[in-house]
């Protein structure tokens, strides 16, 4: 199943500059794999070594953080979109 | 409160508002907001607290105005390069509306100061530009637990949250638990950001928080919203209150202020303060 996945700015590196993907899976790893297949590099910037999400990346469901869902293991229906987002700090830069 | 005839004149498109009155004005003229960071996000947010009659703003930043300021920090102007940022952002409210008590700290915010420097305030303004402060604000304003405003940018996309911890709801660390380690975020020569972002992020924190002193509309607390300049979309996710996060979950570990420690590029050189 395609789900469109929305880069946040720092990663478009990793994704020739696109803002939105489509990508493959059944759950939320497998979505992560199926990304890292296409762009490699794009899954140690939002895991952890052991494959956990980082601390300071969040992805979303819809609206929702899939921390308080199932995690990585967090199912996908047809039409669900996720978007990866990254804790920003700039303000007075 | 009795308003002077000039207040009354000053204040009117608010006061005609239904839904500020002559009541909320006068809630805007006793609010008391802090401004961490009279930078890209504070400018804009210090500019329309300041003509809302918010009667005291507090605004801490050690850095001097500098030339590459001015593309963004429009509290500011050319002629007071090299001068703290705290009294530039002084002397522009004060001949903006001399209602406002503007209470300058000229220098950083540490473990050892923020908690007793926001103490006083009613609301709390997060524009800072580094995670170590960032971290450190959301700890603080925990702790004293006081509504934070909080705004971020980079490049082309803005973020901005609520966290009001004394009405239990998520704080910064529900959301993201901890700062990034060094070198994970893109170096500060990558960085950049576009000016006028840093105007419609500061003026939405500006709006939560005049909502926050009427006690009007609903706030963004318990959502994140996000801004991208080049879609020119908005959107909102939720925020929810981790019941394991390390600062207000059920077995909290942080008890005290923790300073991080700042990313290389973060250090800035004070040169600009010595000219």
Known sequence: MAIKVRIPTPLRKLTNGSDEVSA??????????????????????????????????????NDEDIRFKKNLETELNENDELSIIPAIAGGAF | MDFTEEQ????????????????????????RVFVLGAGGLGSPSLLYLAAAGVGTIGIADGDCVDLSNLQRQVIHNTERIGKPKVLSAKETINALNPDVNVVAHHGR??????????????????GSDNF????????????????????????????????????????????YPEPPPKGLVPSCQEAGVLGALAGVIGVLQAVETVKEILGIGDSLA????????????????????????????????IKELVQYEEQACELRAPSACER
């Open chain 1, 24 to 61: 493959e899976g059944r759950n939320i790893s497998e979505i992560i794999e199926n990304l890292e297949s296409n762009f490699p590099g794009l899954k140690e910037r939002i895991c952890e070594a052991d494959g956990k999400l980082r601390r300071f990346v969040n992805i979303y469901l």
């Open chain 2, 8 to 31: 009354i004149e000053r204040y009117s498109r608010h006061i005609i508002l239904p839904e500020v009155g002559g009541k909320g004005q006068a809630k805007l003229l006793k609010g």
């Open chain 2, 109 to 126: 915010l540490t473990v050892d100061n923020i908690r007793e420097i926001i103490r006083d305030y009613d609301v709390v303004l997060d």
């Open chain 2, 132 to 175: 170590p402060t960032r971290f450190l604000m959301n700890d603080a304003a925990f702790f004293e637990q006081k509504t934070l405003v909080s705004g971020s940018m980079f490049r082309f996309d803005g973020q901005v949250a609520v966290f009001k911890p004394a009405k239990g709801l998520p704080c910064y660390r529900c959301l």
């Open chain 2, 222 to 253: 318990g959502h994140l919203l996000i801004f991208d300049a080049l879609k020119m979309a908005f959107r909102k996710v939720k925020v929810r209150k981790d019941p394991e996060c390390a600062l207000c979950g059920e077995n909290a570990t």
